[in-house]
């Protein structure tokens, strides 16, 4: 483990830890992107964002912390894409088009739900994103973040930058509880991204210090994380 590491989980534990012990989310939240009280509230506000009206397409994690704005981005009309979890497909999201769900937004947007009702597609079969919705465990409020360590988040925005679905002009929001958000730095590497919004029950945090990896950061990525996941392993051989 690298110092940077050490320091991002350093990070993750301290907010872990304030966050169950502030009743700001359920005992079980350790090691977990939280599924914090308030995220309801949160889309809601998030709802209100002017950027948020203009998307037409969400790209969300399966994260549970997020399923009030999965949900939303449905009844609100949007297509929504829903990362596979680990990516485990050579098709590492599904596809969830409000006009022809075979379900209500609050089915389609469960991960359960979207394994039944949605269609899994690669980055060549998707549009443009108007709006990224990140998990997180922390955030601070020049836009860096940090999840759970595993990640995914990180990969999936890689890959939609490579295939141009995510470029500057795509909006990237951390929905959190106010818990989450720390003063101070977050250590910060060549494949991190950070937000252009955080969002909590109570405000709008517009972030100053917008920032996206040029793609995947092959150095950074480990044989065995490169086996695990289809869609790399599948680039990797034809490279």
Not at 90 to 104: C, N
Not at 201 to 221: F, H, K, M, Q, Y
Request: glycine residues 8%.
């Amino acid at each position: 483990m690298t110092d940077i590491d050490q320091a991002k989980e350093a990070v993750r534990d301290r907010v872990w830890r304030r966050l169950i012990d502030g009743d700001g989310a359920p005992d079980d939240s350790y090691g977990k992107i939280p599924g914090f009280y308030g995220a309801e509230a949160t889309a809601e506000r998030l709802a209100e964002l002017e950027e948020w009206r203009r998307a037409t397409t969400v790209k969300a994690n399966p994260d549970w912390a997020q399923r009030p704005v999965r949900i939303r981005a449905l009844e609100d009309g949007k297509l929504l894409y829903m990362a596979v979890p680990r990516m485990a497909s050579l098709e590492p999201f599904f596809l969830l088009d409000p006009e022809t769900l075979g379900a209500s937004a609050e089915e389609a947007a469960d991960k359960r739900g979207a394994t039944q009702f949605a269609r899994r597609v690669g980055v060549d079969d998707m549009r443009p994103i108007d709006l990224v919705v990140c998990g997180s465990v922390a955030v601070n409020r020049s836009g860096a973040r940090i999840g759970k360590g595993a990640g995914y988040s990180d990969l999936e925005v890689a890959l939609l930058i490579e295939a141009g679905l995510v470029t500057d002009q795509t909006v990237i929001v951390a929905p959190v509880h106010p818990l989450q958000v720390v003063e101070g730095d977050i250590p910060e590497t060549e494949h991190d991204f950070s937000v252009d919004y955080i969002v909590t029950p109570d405000e709008v945090i517009r972030c100053t210090n917008p920032r996206r990896p040029r793609g995947l950061v092959w150095a950074d990525l480990t044989p065995e994380k490169i086996a695990a996941i289809p869609v790399l392993a599948q680039r990797q051989n034809a490279e």
